[in-house]
């Protein structure tokens, strides 16, 4: 029922601890999107300094206009924004009414620079000057990991500011223990997991399509709270480290992330090796919290 794969008897191994260990992700608490599809990007998407123009025309502007992340913008643990904008003009989702144009003027008269572009497009929205139809908008305002599909690693970013958009080629994940969940996915087993067993295709010799209709088949063990706390907290350490210049000391965090991991799915085999981390790392939590 499920897709299959050719792998070596030591690799079989491995996805069958990692599959009678834990929950299939699809199955956690979570919701997983596609970015927003505009039909015509260069009309929608903007500098910053054209939202300026448009923001000192008329004020209400900025409600819909908001901060882009491009593919190229998605790295590991961090977003490199490029002060991209999306004019966000909607057909309306659940009880959030539709943006009527005639109440932007200045962001209609920029549109209708692209008005022959917009209007022949077979993905617009109710009208010319809306985006194709998306229920789940609100999803873009929450906490949230985002990923873009074509990687040459893990590169999921955990978006705190719960206020950046994406294009269809990126997807969004919303929901429980994101910070755990980014821990998870930004790790070496889940990477090599993905290009062996649950990937979309291989884009050469080191690159993965990071397709999750394929990898929420991936198994997370559903630990305790108290047990995510050192995943989350050396995830918190990344993030400032990145955040605040001291990109040097973010492997180290990642390697301890992944020698957690490790011990998670295989316990006995790394306390027989003498690597199990795990334990001390919960001793340096407890004496922090």
Sequence with gaps: QESWVIVSKEEDRIKR?????GTPLKKW????????????????IIDGKKRAELIKADSKNENIIKPLLRDRDIKKYKAEWANLWLITTHNGYKNVPAVSIVNYPF???H????????EKRYDKGSTPYHLRNCAY???FAKEKIMWQEMVQESSFIYDKSHHYYC??????LTGKNLKFLIAILNSNLFFFSVKRFYGGGGLGSEGVRMKHTFFEHFAIPKIAYESQLPFEMMVDCILFAKEHGFEAASPIFESVIDGMVYDLYFEQEMKQANCYITERIKEKVKSFT
């Design 107 to 109: 962001i209609k008269k």
């Design 167 to 172: 294009l269809d080629t990126g997807r969004i």
């Design 111 to 118: 549109l209708d620079n692209y008005w022959q572009e917009l």
């Design 29 to 44: 608490d979570v919701s997983i999107n596609y970015g927003i599809k505009t039909g015509f990007n260069e009309a929608f």
């Design 137 to 139: 908008l609100t999803e």
């Design 17 to 21: 601890r990692i599959e009678e260990i």
